[in-house]
């Protein structure tokens, strides 16, 4: 089969989807499909005879217009099949405003939150409970996120938020544990824990081997796995997501879980959730790349 594998691009998350791409570009390589590496930096409009001549697109890029539904959408203008979810589904799980209202209108729990416009001022203190996160509301890999203790604070993590988007979510914070789950055609796999070395699952813990312990299957009881499994799954097809994602997740004292957001293109490198959750189902990470292009080309 000839592939094409979009990678790298010109959002703040390049290095890692370049990343992600060599990885998917090995794998398909190992796989025996006839691989076209692409990448968009400079646009699609060059691509396009390429893109014609290939039996599908593995989308590996992540953040911006390869996520936010952008490129997807030109893809389906094309009507060439490319692997993640179409531009409908990915401009919803991108903004989380939108799929959080969604999702917290089929009752499951994802924390409150208010959202500043560009032209909006920061609530007063006494208007807002502490701590806080603060961050971009459509940027991933925790780009221009922080964790607020107090007024003090707000301020500066605002700024830098806005830094990766215009409009910033002021979101209660819950304590507790960080899950993933991954999700793949209809199914759904084994929980990630995630212990990152930080205070919270930043940008370094998440790409540089060491910062972070993972565990997998997550130490859960089976009731509990299988609900959140379940509502990782529900998730999915309520956003109208296709082929594969990552559902996130904290777990309170009370053992809630509430729902943060989901990855239309989850990373795809060494250190990636999704790779990690596959393994622990006893699939190689070529196997895993492989169930995505079939997926893909059920459609």
């Known amino acids: 089969m000839k592939i094409a594998i979009l990678y790298g691009g010109n959002s703040a998350e390049r290095e890692v989807s370049l990343s992600s ?7 398909c390589n190992i796989l025996g499909h006839d691989v076209v590496a692409l990448d968009p930096s400079n646009g699609m409009a060059s691509m396009v005879p390429d893109l014609l001549s290939v039996d599908l697109v593995f989308n590996g890029l992540h953040g911006g217009d390869g996520e936010n539904g952008v490129i997807p959408g030109f893809l389906q203008s094309l009507d060439v099949k490319f692997t993640g979810s179409g531009n409908e589904a990915s401009a919803i ?11 917290h209108r089929k009752g499951i729990p994802t ?7 560009e032209n909006d001022k920061i609530p007063t203190d006494n208007t807002l409970v502490y701590p806080l996160v603060v961050k971009p509301n459509d940027q991933g890999s925790t780009l221009g996120l922080s964790i607020v203790e107090n007024h003090s604070q707000l301020e500066d993590a605002v700024d830098l938020a806005r830094q990766f988007g215009n409009i910033i979510l002021l979101e209660e914070f819950i304590a507790g544990r960080e899950l993933t789950v991954t999700v793949i055609g209809d199914d759904s796999y084994p929980i990630v824990e995630i212990v990152p ?21 997550a130490d859960l009881s089976e009731i509990l796995t299988k609900s959140i499994q379940e509502s990782s799954e529900k998730i999915h097809h309520l956003l109208g997501c296709r082929h594969y994602s990552r559902v996130d997740f904290r777990l309170d004292e009370n053992r809630k879980a509430w729902f943060l957001e989901v990855n239309t293109l989850p990373g795809m490198t060494e250190t990636s959730l999704v790779p990690k959750s ?11 790349i492989q169930i995505i292009i079939n997926e893909a080309m059920k459609d």
Do not use: Q
Request: proline share 4%.
């Open 278 to 288: 596959a393994g622990a189902a006893g699939l190689s990470f070529s196997e895993l």
């Open 93 to 103: 799980c991108m903004d989380k405003r939108v799929s959080k209202t969604l999702v």
């Open 21 to 27: 791409g060599n990885a998917i570009i090995d794998a």
């Open 111 to 117: 924390p409150d939150w208010i959202s500043l416009g």
């Open 197 to 217: 070395k930080h205070d919270l699952y930043d940008y370094d813990c998440k790409y540089t081997k060491g910062m972070t312990e993972y565990f997998c299957p």
